[in-house]
């Protein structure tokens, strides 16, 4: 069924137009009773034009129509001629129906209306275009950043002292069970000292990568890029204690004692390990002293 007022398809049991509020009955309807947009007008109280034919032909549809219909109705008569609107007006106060009644069908109406009638190209959302409102959230951000309380110079700093913290804590706990470098030139470390530093060092390369790990994550949100001299001293860092893994895990292998002699298989595979792991924590102390220069210099 379409409506012979202004042409929507309407299903064929509603009684009037959902678009122009004119009834769908055959009886002749006012051709002024025209167009709904998106409003209401519960509170209209200018008297009807009584006597006229027309006036009578609404009163009696909106008598004969439900609650719901009039309800529905008055969520759409901005458009409406003055007559229209009263008489619905009239309808609902003998009804004895008021705003609270009406609330549900505002709410359902601007509900249908922004879900099936999306915003379009430069239209206004509650009398504001999109740009103004683009242009109103950048400023908003700016104040909240500038009032947050704390600079990204700030976060930084912050996070430096946590790093420098956290790394001069795990040096110092592994220089509480680390062997002295005499160790090596005098004897071989017993298997339970090999143990307690192969347990000790792989803590301490785990907690090192983690922080490291971590700094990379906060660099990556504050959108800084790490200097090339720090990416440095993280890779000799992790070579160093990788080195040293596998020297302390080699020494903490039981072997026979024919086995640790000085010449053979064994002896040729500890010296290796031992010259990789010497070399890289030479390396490490070097690209250390740089980064000290780098950050003496006032960089980060």
């Known amino acids: 069924m379409f409506c012979g007022q202004c042409g929507k398809n309407l299903p064929d049991d509603v009684r009037f137009c959902q678009s122009c509020g004119r009834p769908t009955a055959p009886t002749p309807i006012p051709a002024s009773f025209t167009n709904a947009a998106a409003a209401v007008a519960p509170a209209l109280s200018s008297s009807p034009a009584l006597g006229t034919a027309n006036h009578e032909q609404l009163v009696e549809h909106y008598r004969g129509s439900s609650d719901e219909e009039i309800l529905r109705l008055a969520t759409s008569v901005e458009d409406f001629t003055e007559d229209a609107k009263n008489v619905l007006t009239e309808e609902m106060r003998r009804r004895g129906l008021g ?106 390369c785990e907690a090192t990568k983690a922080l490291i790990n971590e700094q990379a994550a906060f660099l990556a949100s504050e959108h800084i890029t790490l200097a090339p001299v720090a990416v440095s001293q993280h890779r000799a860092a992790l070579n160093s204690c990788d080195a040293g893994i596998a020297l302390w895990g080699f020494l903490a292998t039981p072997a026979t004692p024919s086995e640790r002699s000085h010449l053979g298989p064994w002896r040729d595979n500890y010296v290796e390990k031992l010259t990789a792991y010497r070399d890289a924590a030479n390396a490490q102390k070097k690209v250390d002293a740089d980064f000290d220069a780098y950050k003496v210099k006032g960089n980060r």
């Open 99 to 204: 705003a609270n009644d009406l609330a549900p069908h505002l709410t359902q109406h601007t509900t249908t209306t922004n879900t099936t009638q999306p915003l379009k190209k430069g239209q206004k959302w509650l009398g504001i275009s999109p740009i103004l409102w683009a242009v109103m959230l950048v400023v908003l951000l700016g104040i909240l950043r500038a009032t947050s309380g704390e600079t990204a110079e700030q976060r930084l700093t912050a996070f430096e002292k946590h790093f420098d913290a956290e790394n001069d804590r795990l040096d110092k706990e592994m220089s509480a069970v680390s062997l002295s470098d005499d160790v090596f030139e005098s004897r071989l470390p017993s298997l339970l000292e090999a143990a307690t530093m192969h347990r000790a060092l792989t803590t301490y």
